[in-house]
């Protein structure tokens, strides 16, 4: 087992997620770290021998000219978090990885993203083709000098504005001459999925945009016989979502509003100031509470970037709900999380699982990773406790 080399690699790899990942990794395989919140470090997978922290490579795309010490230091800077020694001893292990980060591509990331780019290197790709070709070089060059028996590829990269999907992503025969024209068909999300998947390596969505939620990209993963999971990681305010409103349901107490109110300073939030990109983010937030309920109380989310929280995020969220004979009453909840600790740990369970899953000879979408997301591909349940029961009972019919 402890023979085989794996390979991470992060689309947007020096942002706050894939750092903290990337920085996880190194902490846990030199021991400075133990597994708490690893949802892969809990007994129940302890049969399915998972590889391990010591068996991964990293590398990734950026449109930053940021490396992964760099984006540690500032998020000891700016937020406070990682021991500085836990930080030093993986200081090795971090610049390795760094030259295995490649430029990503703009294209299609609308204005938002694009403001971000200040790497030298980004070439201006003419058409979708153009931009998968590249991205499928720089991950066959990564694994095959790192000489890495499988590679998972996951997008922990900026949140994109909404894409509207039409009758050309409907199928392949339809999308795939579509990817020659100059006005490319699909966001920069998909083209990184598309190069993934069409490799026949597994791709996981851990961000709002479209990434590979499209029946073209199904129909791509199962006739390369991959796999696919997202998307839009459930780590914060949205978790607390799931878990609360199976008990106002269980107990019958009819839910008449829930408003969530997010404020928080990292560049993520830098993004989501720009309405189109937060629109996406809404709408994966907002969804889960009607799901779960059958009805639709009032709701309302919203997220503002104040510079000054940096990684540490604040959710205020109000539920009103009526009781027995009519009674109103109120729940109030703060939620205090630091965005990048809550994710880094996911994006490690989610890579383990794919590559799991995929080296078992399964193809297409991970229905049982639902419980890591806010709006899990082809999973219709958003209750945590059932998404979690989805999961249990797939690691024992392994
Ligand atoms: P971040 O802004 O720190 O990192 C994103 C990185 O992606 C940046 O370094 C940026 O330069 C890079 N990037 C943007 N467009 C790119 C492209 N086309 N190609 C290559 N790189 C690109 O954001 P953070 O906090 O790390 O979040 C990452 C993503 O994960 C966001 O979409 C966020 O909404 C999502 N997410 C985060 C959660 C959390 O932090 N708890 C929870 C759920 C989802």
Redesign the pocket.
Known sequence: MSERRVGLWL??????????ATLGLAALSRGVSDSTSLVTGLPLFEPLHLDEPAQFVVG?????R?GFRQ?VRELQKRSNIFEPALADACQEDLERWESNLR?????Q?GPA?AR??DRTDLTTSDTARDAIERIQNDLRDFRDRNKLDQVVVI??????APFETGDVHESLERLIPALERRQPPLP??SL?AWAALDLGLPYIN????LGASLPAMLELAKERRTVIGGK?????E?LMKTVLAPMFALRNWQLLSWVGHNIFG???????DDPANKAS?IRTKDQVVSSILGYKPQTLVSIEYIDSLD?W?TAWNHIHFKGFLGTKMTLQFIWQ?C??I??GP?VLDLARLALFAQRRGEVGVLRHLACFF?NPIGVQEHDFFKQFALLEEYVKQC
């Open positions: 689309i947007g790899a020096c942002g706050g997620v894939g750092t903290t990734g795309h950026e449109i930053r940021a984006t430029p990503g591509t703009l294209l990331c993203i971000l780019a997008n922990v990269s900026s949140t994109e920069a999300s990184y851990f961000t709002p945009s839009d990681g459930k780590t914060g949205t990292n560049r993520d939030g830098q993004v989501l983010k990684d995020k999380g965005d990048s809550l994710a996911l806010k």
